[in-house]
């Protein structure tokens, strides 16, 4: 298992920035991919960002394309997620996942954080 951790959260206004952390920690070298979720209230969770830990490309969907950025640290078993241009549709919270690549871009990752919370006011 892999235990993940995220902090960075909280309430920002429209057209502001946040930084996610998530530390990782136990049995990371079973996983070779590393992404962020999110779910907003009423919603299903969805796929926002995934990075594969080896050479470092990434994955967004469409709905943050060019205003969030994931990078990882390896050196730390660290992943971010840089938001920049937030809007209020953004607010969900926002969950760390581990896994092999395939499952963490199709939203099946087997290692999940407990979440944080992204409140974006307008």
């Known amino acids: 298992q892999v235990q993940l951790v995220e902090s960075g959260g909280g309430l920002v206004q429209a057209g502001g920035s946040l930084r996610l952390s998530c530390a990782a920690s136990?049995?990371?070298?079973?996983?070779?991919?590393m992404g962020w979720f999110r779910q907003a209230p009423g919603k299903e969770r969805e796929f926002v960002a995934g990075?594969?830990?080896?050479?470092?490309?990434?994955y967004y969907s469409a709905a943050v394309k060019g205003r969030f950025t994931i990078s990882r640290d390896s050196a730390k078993n660290a992943l971010y997620l840089q938001m920049n241009s937030l809007k209020p549709e953004d607010t969900a919270v926002y969950y760390c996942a581990a896994g092999r690549l395939r499952t963490v871009v199709h939203g099946t990752p087997s290692n999940w954080g407990q979440g944080t919370q992204v409140t974006v006011s307008s």
């Open positions: 136990g049995r990371t070298f079973s996983s070779d991919a």
């Open positions: 990075i594969a830990w080896s050479d470092g490309t990434t």
